[in-house]
């Protein structure tokens, strides 16, 4: 088996600097090949760093299970992480600075969040021009319950004090080379707000180690990145911190951009709750299909807010008619919806989904372009072949 | 004098088939680089921290490669300054903006 201090002695050379060597990563060493256990039939977008997308038919339940869960890495999953080692630190502007293990953390009252969870970048690829980063399609977002400790206990047990307005995750993600480390801030309300917590469940099994094990931050609602795994270190601070994820990562302009076009640094704001977006997750792009009834279906979410209706065409935008929501929903969960659609005659046919939340938000014909690609949600689309 | 050369020369071939080898398997079998004369440089300034699936599925222009070749160089990436416009150039020409889709591939089992 090779270790990656082994893999650096092999392919290095010697041209590879000593600064960037790394400790051996036991998961990556054990796989050769394409294989993720328990990630099965995702899309691999990079195996190293471990990014994963859910193929639409994926996106086609209410909950999802875990091994569909999309997986979102900016740098190494920490290479050894012992439960019973493990310490989440709370520091900074709090009155009783402390350290929790794991089995402090499980004696605080728990509670479940159905949450879905999308990674900023979802769709980049759909964006034109094209940009740089992980080429996203539909499928990093994914729907789950969340259970662990309400982050507002924990910090209401350290005492917030009055100079204390953001509140800063650090989690045990390895830093290769000089890359900043992934360190992020969300504000104290969202912080305090009672559906924020420090998940250690997902479904109701422990967080895997893709997921964040053993313990997460889940700030519902809001983009993927501000649930920062593998949490290590919760820090309240007077200001939004300051670093690369925080700025110019993951930031939109405050003034429309146009596709191309420049953004001022200083005129932008972080990326905070989720747009509102539908995809479709059966039948495929470029799918053949048969028969007199041809049923439609996918999920539809909003962030912050709630599912009003999903429209369905099927006649490339020239008419619409409204989809059935599911049952189930859950204040930041998406809705799944279906619609059971006659074709008239064999035959092409674009089949779109449109989404409308109780902001009054409709997801747009193009998405808002921006140089990083976040929060893409346009009307989506399908082209089938239906058969005769 | 020429036993020992073709020593160096069979332990220089093994070292870099193990290479190979354990590239791939550091990186899921993940495809290679786009040939050319930068490859080695790519492969060795990029790959170190990242495997090349996340390079492959870029489609960008040369000006927005010269924004990320610098960020990297920036975060660590071992890059000969004499090497940086070749290696700038070679990603612009191989994955530019007019290539077609790299297609993704799925996790096996």
Same mark, same amino acid.
């Given at each position: 088996?090779?270790?990656?201090?082994?893999?650096?002695?092999?392919?290095?050379?010697?041209?590879?600097?000593?600064?960037?060597?790394?400790?051996?990563?036991?998961?990556?060493?054990?796989?050769?090949?394409?294989?993720?256990?328990?990630?099965?039939?995702?899309?691999?977008?990079?195996?190293?760093?471990?990014?994963?997308?859910?193929?639409?038919?994926?996106?086609?339940?209410?909950?999802?299970?875990?091994?569909?869960?999309?997986?979102?890495?900016?740098?190494?999953?920490?290479?050894?992480?012992?439960?019973?080692?493990?310490?989440?630190?709370?520091?900074?502007?709090?009155?009783?600075?402390?350290?929790?293990?794991?089995?402090?953390?499980?004696?605080?009252?728990?509670?479940?969040?159905?949450?879905?969870?999308?990674?900023?970048?979802?769709?980049?690829?759909?964006?034109?021009?094209?940009?740089?980063?992980?080429?996203?399609?539909?499928?990093?977002?994914?729907?789950?319950?969340?259970?662990?400790?309400?982050?507002?206990?924990?910090?209401?047990?350290?005492?917030?004090?009055?100079?204390?307005?953001?509140?800063?995750?650090?989690?045990?993600?390895?830093?290769?080379?000089?890359?900043?480390?992934?360190?992020?801030?969300?504000?104290?309300?969202?912080?305090?707000?009672?559906?924020?917590?420090?998940?250690?469940?997902?479904?109701?099994?422990?967080?895997?180690?893709?997921?964040?094990?053993?313990?997460?931050?889940?700030?519902?609602?809001?983009?993927?990145?501000?649930?920062?795994?593998?949490?290590?270190?919760?820090?309240?601070?007077?200001?939004?911190?300051?670093?690369?994820?925080?700025?110019?990562?993951?930031?939109?302009?405050?003034?429309?951009?146009?596709?191309?076009?420049?953004?001022?640094?200083?005129?932008?704001?972080?990326?905070?709750?989720?747009?509102?977006?539908?995809?479709?997750?059966?039948?495929?792009?470029?799918?053949?299909?048969?028969?007199?009834?041809?049923?439609?279906?996918?999920?539809?979410?909003?962030?912050?807010?709630?599912?009003?209706?999903?429209?369905?065409?099927?006649?490339?935008?020239?008419?619409?008619?409204?989809?059935?929501?599911?049952?189930?929903?859950?204040?930041?969960?998406?809705?799944?919806?279906?619609?059971?659609?006659?074709?008239?005659?064999?035959?092409?046919?674009?089949?779109?989904?449109?989404?409308?939340?109780?902001?009054?938000?409709?997801?747009?014909?193009?998405?808002?372009?921006?140089?990083?690609?976040?929060?893409?949600?346009?009307?989506?689309?399908?082209?089938?072949?239906?058969?005769? | &004098?020429?036993?020992?050369?073709? =020593?160096?020369? +069979?332990?220089?071939?093994? $070292?870099?088939?193990?290479? !190979?080898?354990?590239?791939?398997?550091?990186?899921?079998?993940?495809?290679?680089?786009?040939?050319?004369?930068?490859?080695?440089?790519?492969?060795?300034?990029? &790959?170190?921290?990242?495997?090349? =699936?996340?390079? +492959?599925?870029?489609?960008? $222009?040369?000006?927005?490669? !010269?924004?990320?070749?610098?960020?990297?160089?920036?975060?660590?990436?071992?890059?000969?300054?004499?090497?940086?416009?070749?290696?700038?150039?070679?990603?612009?020409?191989?994955?530019?903006?007019?290539?077609?889709?790299?297609?993704?591939?799925?996790?096996?089992?």
């Amino acid at each position: 088996m090779n270790s990656r201090r082994d893999f650096l002695k092999n392919v290095g050379l010697g041209m590879v600097g000593a600064s960037l060597v790394r400790p051996a990563l036991s998961w990556a060493a054990e796989a050769n090949s394409q294989a993720v256990p328990g990630k099965e039939g995702m899309i691999l977008r990079s195996f190293r760093f471990l990014d994963l997308e859910a193929p639409p038919e994926f996106l086609n339940t209410w909950l999802t299970p875990v091994p569909h869960f999309f997986v979102r890495n900016h740098m190494f999953e920490p290479s050894s992480l012992e439960a019973g080692e493990w310490r989440l630190s709370v520091g900074g502007e709090v009155e009783k600075p402390m350290s929790l293990s794991l089995g402090e953390l499980s004696k605080l009252e728990s509670h479940t969040v159905t949450n879905t969870l999308e990674c900023a970048g979802n769709g980049r690829a759909f964006h034109k021009p094209q940009l740089p980063g992980v080429q996203w399609e539909k499928g990093a977002v994914g729907n789950a319950r969340f259970t662990g400790p309400r982050l507002a206990d924990i910090l209401k047990r350290a005492g917030v004090k009055e100079t204390g307005k953001h509140v800063m995750f650090r989690g045990l993600d390895e830093v290769p080379g000089k890359v900043p480390p992934f360190v992020r801030s969300i504000p104290i309300e969202k912080a305090m707000d009672s559906d924020t917590l420090v998940a250690t469940h997902m479904n109701g099994a422990p967080l895997n180690k893709h997921h964040g094990f053993p313990a997460r931050a889940l700030v519902p609602g809001w983009i993927g990145a501000a649930s920062c795994k593998w949490l290590t270190e919760i820090k309240v601070l007077e200001k939004e911190f300051e670093g690369n994820f925080m700025k110019p990562g993951y930031r939109l302009s405050n003034q429309p951009v146009a596709p191309g076009g420049s953004v001022n640094p200083d005129d932008t704001h972080p990326v905070t709750a989720l747009n509102v977006k539908s995809v479709i997750a059966t039948p495929n792009d470029g799918a053949t299909v048969r028969g007199r009834v041809v049923q439609i279906h996918g999920v539809a979410w909003a962030g912050e807010a709630d599912i009003v209706k999903v429209d369905v065409s099927t006649d490339a935008g020239a008419s619409w008619r409204p989809a059935e929501l599911g049952k189930e929903q859950a204040r930041y969960a998406w809705r799944t919806w279906s619609h059971a659609w006659k074709p008239p005659r064999a035959g092409e046919y674009t089949v779109m989904a449109r989404a409308t939340d109780s902001q009054g938000r409709v997801q747009p014909d193009i998405a808002a372009w921006n140089p990083s690609g976040y929060l893409y949600n346009a009307i989506d689309k399908v082209k089938i072949h239906v058969q005769g | &004098m020429f036993k020992g050369s073709g =020593r160096a020369v +069979l332990a220089f071939i093994v $070292s870099v088939l193990l290479g !190979t080898c354990a590239l791939r398997a550091q990186s899921g079998g993940a495809p290679d680089l786009p040939a050319g004369a930068m490859q080695a440089t790519a492969r060795t300034a990029c &790959m170190e921290c990242h495997e090349s =699936r996340i390079i +492959l599925q870029q489609r960008l $222009s040369k000006a927005a490669w !010269t924004k990320e070749v610098d960020k990297m160089i920036k975060w660590g990436a071992v890059v000969d300054p004499k090497d940086r416009d070749a290696l700038i150039d070679y990603l612009s020409t191989n994955l530019s903006v007019d290539k077609a889709a790299e297609a993704a591939s799925r996790v096996g089992k």
